[in-house]
């Protein structure tokens, strides 16, 4: 076999690999338990853990802040450029994405972060792109989200892009779900999730 055709057989397996992954069925949803907060956090001042689960060889750790500026390639053709949140957008939803083993962040992940409102039953959906900021990589976006109230959330991770090593091939090799709650009133936070680790 030539080493074109071994590489064109490769590539065609990846590519069969990856759908047959992100087609993979979500595990039964397991709800966040909850923890009251002593006093409600501002995450205009500093950002507030919203909850930490490991799962699948994968630590999810999110966080909610204050919308920020961000400079993004935009537009077709893209161009770099500062990006400013909308004045609706009071929230930046972050989302840490870690190998607990070598105790690295976890890079080519395709995330989306899921958040229903129990009160009004609406939900806002966003892609989390990746983002690099104080915190390092990380996913992040900026989101008006859906009012006061109390929100169940979901964030689906799917399989990262990257090569492995075949004794971590099946590492990380389906898309990996968490579920978060958080609660919000007059705008600040009074009550997350307890962390699973």
Known sequence: ???????????????????????????PPVKAQ?????????HVKKAVLIGRVATSGMVLQLELEGAEAMWM????????????PAADERYHVELKLDDPK????????????????????KTSTLILPPMWGSSGLHYSANSALLGDG??????????????????????????VYANFHFKLMNGKLTEVSVPSR
Not at 34 to 42: G, P, R, S, T
Request: net charge positive.
């Open 34 to 42: 909850v923890k009251a907060l002593a006093v409600a956090a501002d």
């Open 102 to 121: 070598t105790k690295t962040r976890i890079p080519y992940a395709n995330v989306t972060f899921e958040a229903t409102n129990a009160s009004t039953g």
């Open 73 to 84: 390639a935009m537009g077709t053709p893209p161009v770099w450029g500062a990006h400013s």
């Open 150 to 175: 109390a929100y169940d959330a979901r964030v689906k991770v799917d399989v990262p892009t990257f090569q492995r090593e075949l004794t971590d091939k099946d590492l990380w090799s389906k898309p």
């Open 1 to 27: 076999m030539s080493h074109l055709t071994q590489t064109i057989w490769a590539v065609a397996l990846s590519a069969a690999c990856a759908t047959a992954w992100s087609q993979a069925a979500p595990a």
